[in-house]
């Protein structure tokens, strides 16, 4: 999943493309791959602003492991995904590429990526939920890279004695409170029209969740009462649905929106934005929780070695040092990524910004998307569903029907 300003950006759904060769299905055992005397050239594709600062920061490598040099190549989101399965076909992958977690399964399927190697790789350093993001039928691929979640952002100055909401009651009143003391409206970007990446989280903590036993289950009253919980800030006029494209977050620092919910890359966004002193006007909290907790939703992106590749020993090696915690907490300094692994969060990097403290937090209750080839299928069809709902034009028992059959006839690709 790529990073965006905020959660209700869509991530880039292009037509899931099986190509290539084929994994089978079953469970693949991993390579041992001995590093010691690893060398050669190791190419790597990266996107968005990770692909552009890769380059640099990998210099850092190639001074402390002569004899191994990294090429990466930066590519863009909106042709990563095709750029990629292109290459998979044609057998001209790099050694090395960035997935977005929600491509993974289906890059997996082709079978060109190789299982990750558990005599280099301790999944056990990983936070729980970032792991499970490259596991597909029961096998691990790559190593999670960075990750994201998401987490409250609210204006302190504009409620008096504020306090950030810890429930869902809570934060309809919060943001209810926001628009009567001086914020047009309450909230922005997390209630933005059409994004399953809003109502992920909140099917989470209804209870719910997009799959069980191999089959989509996207009508059931978990998914109803997170629509319903959704829906309401659109129908109280508490979120706007005509919200003018690049006005954020310009309007939250400007307080004409006094809450959102986002990653950690904004905090420095908006801190930017806003100028001198801007930092000590927002905070940043934990989602609040709905009937089954607040279980937030894991994103973020893995990084994959290619099969029959002869530079696979160096590559896995530069994959390792990538996940040095001390590796993972300079890396956020350079890029604002979150580290996937647990012990880089105690880091001074990570654990100077209270807000940022919260994001670590938020990770040890959090889940990914399903990790089924056709995932990004279905998204644009919740995409499509929820907008409508959002505009007023279906209710949300009609919007979990049409989810459910729509997914149905696309089915999971397993």
Avoid at 175 to 204: D, M
């Amino acid at each position: 999943m790529k990073k965006k300003y905020a959660i209700g950006l869509l991530a880039v759904a292009l037509a899931a493309t099986a190509c290539g060769r084929d994994s089978g299905g079953a469970a693949e055992e991993a390579e041992a791959v001995d590093t010691a005397k690893a060398s050669g050239t190791v190419t790597v594709w990266a996107m968005g602003t990770e692909g552009e600062k890769l380059d640099a920061f990998a210099q850092k490598f190639e001074q402390a492991n002569p004899g191994i040099t990294v090429n990466v190549t930066a590519l863009g989101w909106d042709v990563a995904h095709d750029k990629i399965t292109a290459a998979i076909a044609g057998d001209a992958t790099p050694d090395v590429s960035m997935i977005g977690n929600t491509w993974l399964s289906e890059m997996v399927k082709t079978g060109a990526i190789e299982p990750t190697p558990t005599d280099l790789v301790d999944q056990n350093a990983f936070f729980p939920s970032a792991w499970a993001t490259g596991v597909v039928d029961g096998a691990a691929y790559g190593i999670p890279w960075y990750v994201e979640t998401r987490a409250f952002y609210y204006r302190t100055d504009l409620v008096k004695d504020a306090k950030a909401p810890a429930t869902w009651e809570e934060v309809t009143g919060f943001v209810k409170r926001l628009r009567e003391e001086g914020a047009e409206l309450g909230v922005e970007q997390n209630f933005r029209t059409g994004s399953w990446q809003e109502i992920a989280p909140l099917l989470y903590q209804a209870g719910g969740d997009f799959q069980a036993d191999g089959k989509w289950t996207l009508d059931t009253p978990q998914m109803i009462q997170a629509l319903d919980h959704w829906g309401s800030f659109f129908k109280d006029g508490l979120a706007a649905t005509n919200q003018p494209a690049g006005a954020f977050p310009q309007t939250f620092v400007s307080g004409r929106v006094g809450a959102f919910y986002s990653g950690p890359w904004m905090i420095t966004t908006m801190e930017q934005e806003g100028g001198d002193g801007f930092k000590d006007k927002f905070a940043v909290a934990p989602y609040p929780k709905g009937p089954s907790g607040g279980t937030s939703l894991v994103g973020g992106s893995n990084m994959v070695v290619f099969k029959d590749k002869p530079n696979r020993a160096a590559a896995w090696k530069f994959l390792t040092w990538l996940t040095d915690p001390k590796v993972q907490a300079e890396w956020y300094t350079t890029a604002s990524s979150l580290p996937s692994v647990q012990a880089a969060w105690q880091e001074p990097a990570l654990t100077a910004d209270e807000r940022v403290k919260v994001f670590g937090a938020q990770l040890e209750d959090a889940k990914p998307a399903p990790a089924v080839p056709t995932w990004e299928q279905v998204a644009r069809v919740m995409e499509t569903e929820l907008e409508k709902y959002a505009l007023g034009k279906q209710d949300s028992a009609t919007t979990a029907k049409r989810m459910q059959e729509q997914a149905d006839q696309i089915g999971t690709g397993a």
